[in-house]
């Protein structure tokens, strides 16, 4: 099947940095991908869908310019926490679709695991 | 969670037993996934159900879907120990691009 990875798997950082995520679409192009975040134990919240070559759709609650989306190219999605706070610390998760077999699967990445101390 | 929730939230049950597990969805739906998630690791797509489905197999997996009680079923016969893990049902919405997650039920199966 199709492969999402993500950089890094896990991240340390202090509080007021920013970390950049990466995630790559590596055998297929993907148009749109799709951020998420799990806290422990709980499931994954959809934060935005990225779209190649235009501004990332966030969903109601998620702060646009504390996460900060960009879709460079068709195979690479960036999602950077700025000024990280330790509620910041989570599971972030990315997948994006796949356009064979109509593009029903999503693909997930391995996730981030990030804390900030 | 987003779109819905799952029951039980918590299963425990000994290797060899079934384990079945329930999903409850908001809106009108092109599809269902069931996904398996072990302990801080990412994401394995078990199967799909279309909405004109009602059910579907998969090795020991079967799923059911009754989009008129808004509701989807995971049934894993004769469980292992390496079941053991957290499941999580989505849904991708009709006319939509999004796939909305369930709360997921965690699954403990003893050896």
């Known amino acids: 099947g199709a492969v999402v990875s993500q950089h890094p798997s896990r991240v340390i950082c202090k509080s007021g940095t920013s970390v950049k995520i990466e995630c790559r679409s590596l055998?297929?192009?993907?148009?749109?991908m799709f951020w998420y975040r799990q806290f422990p134990k709980q499931s994954l919240m959809l934060m935005a869908t990225?779209?190649?070559?235009?501004?990332?759709?966030?969903e109601q609650g998620v702060e646009k310019d504390k996460f900060l989306i960009n879709h460079a190219s068709l195979t690479l999605s960036t999602l950077t926490v700025t000024s990280a706070h330790p509620e910041d610390s989570s599971f972030y998760i990315c997948?994006?679709?796949?356009?064979?077999?109509?593009?029903?699967?999503?693909?997930f990445g391995p996730g981030t695991r990030l804390l900030v101390l | 969670s987003q779109q819905g929730e799952e029951d039980p939230q918590a299963l425990s049950i000994q290797e060899g037993e079934n384990a079945t597990m329930n999903c409850s969805y908001k809106?009108?739906?092109?599809?269902l996934q069931w996904y398996r998630q072990n302990s801080g690791r990412g994401l394995v797509h078990l199967i799909l159900?279309?909405?004109?489905?009602r059910e579907k197999h998969s090795g020991r997996l079967r799923v059911t879907l009754d989009t008129s009680k808004k509701s989807s079923s995971l049934l894993i016969t004769a469980s292992r120990a390496a079941d053991t893990a957290s499941y999580f049902c989505?849904?991708?919405?009709?006319?939509?691009?999004?796939?909305?997650f369930g709360a997921g039920t965690r699954l403990f199966v003893k050896a």
């Open positions: 055998d297929f192009q993907a148009t749109t």
């Open positions: 159900i279309r909405s004109n489905e």
């Open positions: 989505a849904t991708a919405s009709q006319g939509g691009f999004k796939t909305i």
């Open positions: 997948s994006a679709r796949s356009p064979s077999g109509g593009g029903e699967t999503q693909y």
């Open positions: 809106t009108s739906i092109n599809n």
């Open positions: 990225s779209n190649e070559g235009s501004k990332a759709t966030y």
